[in-house]
């Protein structure tokens, strides 16, 4: 089993920056581990932002293609943790920010939220206009 706890959400203007953590315990990664994280907004359905790869010395990153240059995720491997830098943001980025964690999964499912096994409990992200 394994434990996710996120950090770093807050309110920013439009076009300014926020980074989010998450912290993973609890579980050995395997085979094609990766950890991600996803977004919610009112009234829409949760949705992919990005992906990274979590055996050690591998570290392939897999971006929604529509925040490709904004966001930028990373981890810590001694740490456990991984970032999501994310700058310029506007307020269509507004939501809960989720961290994701599983085992196996498939490059083509990297973004899709039940291919993940490990939920945090989300980290909210105001951002005005």
């Known amino acids: 089993q394994a434990q996710l706890v996120e950090s770093g959400g807050g309110s920013v203007q439009a076009g300014g920056s926020l980074r989010v953590s998450c912290v993973a315990s609890?579980?050995?990664?395997?085979?094609?581990?990766?950890m991600a994280w996803f977004r919610q907004a009112p009234g829409k359905e949760r949705e992919g932002v990005a992906a990274?790869?979590?055996?050690?010395?591998?570290?392939?990153?897999y971006y929604d293609d529509s925040l490709k240059g904004r966001f930028t995720i990373s981890r810590d491997g001694s740490k456990n943790t991984v970032h999501l830098e994310m700058n310029n943001l506007k307020p269509g980025d507004a939501g809960v920010y989720y961290c994701?964690?599983?085992?196996?999964?498939?490059?083509?499912?990297?973004?899709?939220?039940?291919?993940?096994?490990?939920w945090g409990q989300g980290t909210r992200v105001t951002v005005s206009s």
């Open positions: 994701a964690a599983g085992n196996a999964v498939w490059r083509s499912r990297l973004l899709v939220a039940d291919a993940y096994t490990y």
């Open positions: 609890g579980s050995t990664f395997r085979t094609n581990s990766y």
């Open positions: 990274i790869q979590t055996e050690p010395h591998r570290s392939l990153t």
